[in-house]
């Protein structure tokens, strides 16, 4: 799997049509340290791969995907009216938190006192 995702990483700097420098810079390593992390040596931790999507424009599901579902990623930033999915996706996500919230509110107001029926 990890030989997987280090293709992956290459094949999508490629179509970047970046250098293994030119993302080193962004990573604030060494190209010879990039190298690595595309070559074998060097292992990848969560948070070097998730800044590396960041670099190469892809979720990072994108390394663990095979090539059919992977390409669907792709259309993270194709329009959809103002907004392209990437930014429905975010909204979407707020969205659901925002509702989470209320309902926690709601949760914690007290419960009004009942009415006496008039006789």
Avoid: C, H
């Amino acid at each position: 799997m990890i030989d997987y995702i280090r293709n992956q990483i290459k094949k999508r700097r490629v179509e970047k049509r970046l250098t293994q420098s030119d993302v080193a810079i962004d990573l604030g390593i060494t190209a010879g340290a990039y190298s690595k992390i595309e070559s074998g040596p060097t292992e990848i931790s969560v948070k070097k791969l998730a800044a590396i999507a960041t670099i190469l424009e892809v979720n990072i599901t994108y390394f663990f995907q095979e090539q059919n579902s992977a390409n669907r990623l792709e259309d993270l930033n194709k329009p959809y009216g103002f907004a392209t999915k990437s930014d429905i996706e975010q909204l979407i996500s707020i969205i659901n938190k925002m509702k989470q919230e209320i309902a926690s509110l709601k949760k914690s107001l007290p419960t009004p006192p009942k009415k006496k029926k008039k006789q």
